[in-house]
C-alpha cells in the first residue's frame, strides 16, 4: 500500500504535499531521486519464456532479463555480450568464450549452459513461431572448458553470429525441458541480464527490479513496469500526463503537435524495416487483380515485362508519402537496408519520381493506354498501411492505370496473400540480422521449399543469377569479401525491380522532458537506455 | 416441470454446440493461426512442422472431433498465443471486466436514480433541463471519445488521476482486485465513468419517466393530504413504485457489459484495462482459436443460464404460462 512514496514514477504529477512526502521517504530509504521508469509497450508480451515466440515485444522485454552470446547496440552492430569474443577455427566450426558472470540465483555461467539452451529451444512445446530457426544451423557443440565452447556447422555458415544474437541463454540448472508456464509464473525467469523479473500480469504489466551484481554497466533505473498500452492515443495520453516516462512507436497521427510539446523529448532513428509493393512475378498467364485497361483479360502477366515494373516504380513520389502520409517518420529507400548498415549498396537510391518517362515506358511495353490494377494491403499491420496504397493508387491513375485499393484485416489479408491469390501488394520486412543476405534468402531467392530459400519470396521472384551470388555469399566466410557479393546481388535483383521500395520506417520514442532514449534500429525499447538528459 | 427443464438444458447443449461448430468453421475460412503467428523469417519446413505441433494440418472435421474429446474430458484447448490453458487466461482476466463492470453499474444506480429524481421533481427547472440534455449526450457520444478526452482532462491537464492500467490490487478469495487500494480505485474510476455514462443515461430518464408518471397519482395525493413530510411522500412511497423498471434494466445492463464486448472492450482498450474484453479481441485478431471457442462457450453458457432462469421464475409467477404449457 505503499502508494505515494517508494512507488514514485518518474514524473509523476503529484500534488506538492505528496511530492514532499515522497522526497522524505525517498531519503530514508536512502535513494536519490525518482527510481521507478514506466514504459508503455505498444503489444502485448505474450510470454516470459524467451524461446517461446519470436515476437518483438518478447524479445523487447526479454533483453531486461536475459542475455544473449552476442547483442546488438543501438545502431544494430553486433557486440559481446555473454561471448567475450568469438572466432572461426575452420569452415565448419566456431569457437565462443564466455564471459565469467553469475545468473540472478548466483550459480555461475558456463559453457553448459550454452549447449543447454541451444538444446532446449527446438523442443520448447507449442511453440507457434519457434526460435529454432536460429539454432538449426547448429549440428553440434563441444564444451572445450567451462569459459569456451565450440559450435559445428553442416557446413560454411558466415551468418551464425548474427542468429545467435536471438537467443537468449537460460541456466541449465532449470533442467530438462522446463514449461513455458513456470516461465510466466516467475519460477523460471532467471538469466544474466541486468533486471531481475519480479512479476507478470498478462496484458497490463510486468515488473522488474535492478540486479545489483550486473556484469556491465550498472542500469540507471531502479524498478521498471513495464506496461502494455496498445491503443495508440492512449499512449501518448499516458505519456502527457506523466504515468510513463517513454512511449514506444509514437503513431505518425501524433508526431507534428508532440514535436511542439514542451513537456516532450522525441528520439528518433531510421529503421531497418522497409516497406514495399510485392508484384506478381508468379502468374506467366493472366495475373489475377491486373486487366487491360478497359478490363479485358490479358494472355500474359504484364508484370512479368521490366519495363511495366519499371514505370509503375517511377510513377511513385517517395517524398510525397513520407512528407505527407508518414508524417516524416519515413525516409524514401530503394532498398532493404537502412544506409550505414553492412552490405547497403550506395549506387542503388531511392527510384525518383518521373510520370513521364513511366507513360512512355508503358507505351513502349504496349500498354500505351495503360492498365486496370487491384493493389491489396493490410489495415492494421503497419504504419498508415491503408493510406499509403491509397496513395500510391492516386499516383499511378496520372499515367493512366486505373487502380483500385482494397484493404483488409491482417488475419484475412496474409491467409490470402500466402495462397498468390494478389497482383500487386503491400507489405513490410524488417532485416533483423541488419545485413543484405537475410531479404536476399527470404525475399529475392528462389520460392524453394527443400533449401528453405525465398521463404518470404510472396511474388515468386526468381533470377538464376541472383541465386547463384546467394550461394556464393553464404560459403564466403570473410565478412569483407561476402559484403562485396551480397551488394552485387543486391544490386541485380533490385536493378530488376522484384519488389517495388516506397521507405523504410524510423523508430520513434517520446519521454518526458528530463528524460533521453538512445534510439535502437532493432525497434527494442530498454529501460538501459533512458537516462536523465544532462 | 422438471422434464421441461431438462429439455431446455438439452437445447442449451445444443446451441453451445452450434455455437462452437460456427467458431470453427469461420476461423478455419479466415485464415491459420500460423501465418500470423509464425516468424517472418521462419523456413517452409519449420512452418509445416508448426502447424503439425498445433495440429492444424489435420481436417477441419478431426480437429473438432479432438476438440469435442477434450471438451467433455474438461479441457477446452491452450491459447497458441499464450501457451496456457484458454480457461485460465480467461479466468485471469475475468475479475478485472467485473469489478469494472459492477463499479459501472453502482455508478449507474447511485448516480442516475438521484438525478432522475431531480429531474422528474423539478421538469421545468433550469437543473432538470439540463440533467436531461446531459443524458442525451451520454447516450450519443462515442465512448472512445469519451474515455481520451477524460484521460485528457483528469489525467493529463489536471493530473488528478492516472491515465491508463489497472493499479495496485489486493488479494481476496486468491483473486486480485483492485478496488480494496486506493490506487486501485483511482485508476478503476474514469474507466467505470466511462463505461457508466450511457446506463447513467438510460437509468436518469427510466427514473425520471417513473417520477412524471407517479406523482400525480391518488396514492400520492393521499399521501399528501395524510400529512406525510415531503421526502417520505417521496423517498418511501413514490421511489418504492419507480424502482421495478430501474432494477430490472440494472440487472439485465449488468449482464450485456460484462457479457457484451461491443461496450467494454473500447473502454478497455483507452484505458489500457486488461480485461476478457482486450483479450478477445486481441484472440480474434491472431485467429486463437482455443480462447475464441472458450470465451464465447462462457457467454453462450451465461445467457442460457440466464434465459433459463428468467422462463422458470417466469413459470413459478405466472400461473397462466403454467396452464399454457399442460394444455
Known sequence: MAMFGARVIWGTKMRPSFRMLSFVICLTLGRAHGQTLGIASSAPVTSIDPHY?????????????????????????????LAVSWKVRDDRTWEFTLRDVKFHDGTPFTAEDVAYTLNRVPRVK???????????????????????????????????????????????????DPATEDFNSGKNAIGTGPYRFVSYNPGDRIEMERSDDYWGPKPYWKHVSYRIISNDASRTAALLAGDVGIIEFVPPTDLPALRKDSRVTLSEVVSNRSIYLWLDHAHDGPSPLVTGPNGEVLARNPLKDLRVRQALSLAINRQAIVDRVMENAAIPTGQYLRPGSYSYVPDLPPTPYQPDRAKALLAEAGFPKGLRVTINGPNDRYVNDAKIIQAVAQMWQRIGVRTTVEAMPWNTYVARAGKLEFSIFLLGWGVGSGEGLNPLRAQLATWNPARGLGTANRGRYSNPAVDALIDQAMGTMDDGAREKIIQKAMKLAMDDVPVIELHLQKNIWATRKGLEYEPRVDEATLAMGVRESK | MIAWSIRRLVQACFVVLAMTVIVFVGVHVIGNPVDILISPEADQAERARIISNLGLDQPLWRQYGYFLYDALHGDLGRSFVFNEPALKLIAQRMPATLELAVTAVLFAMFLGVPLGLYAGLKPDGFLGRAIMAGSILGFSLPSFWVGLMLIMVFAVQLGWLPSTGRGQTETLFGVPWSFLTVDGLRHMLMPAVNLALFNISLVLRLTRAGVRETLPMDFVKFARAKGLSPARVIFVHVLKNIMIPVVTVLGLELGSTIAFIAFAVVTESVFAWPGMGKLIIDSINVLDRPVIVAYLMMIVLLFVAINLVVDILYMLLDPRVRLERKS
Do not use: C, Q, W
Open chain 1, 126 to 176: 507449442n511453440s507457434p513461431a519457434s526460435f529454432s530457426i536460429y539454432t538449426k544451423a547448429v549440428t553440434g557443440t563441444e564444451i572445450v572448458d567451462p569459459h569456451t565452447i565450440l559450435l559445428h556447422t553442416a557446413g560454411p555458415y558466415p551468418l551464425l553470429p548474427n542468429d545467435l544474437g536471438n537467443i537468449f541463454i537460460i541456466p541449465h540448472t532449470l533442467g530438462p
Open chain 1, 53 to 81: 515466440h519470436t515476437f518483438a515485444p518478447n524479445d523487447s522485454f526479454g533483453a531486461h532479463v536475459y542475455e544473449r552470446l552476442v547483442t546488438r547496440n543501438a545502431a544494430g552492430d553486433m557486440i559481446p555480450a
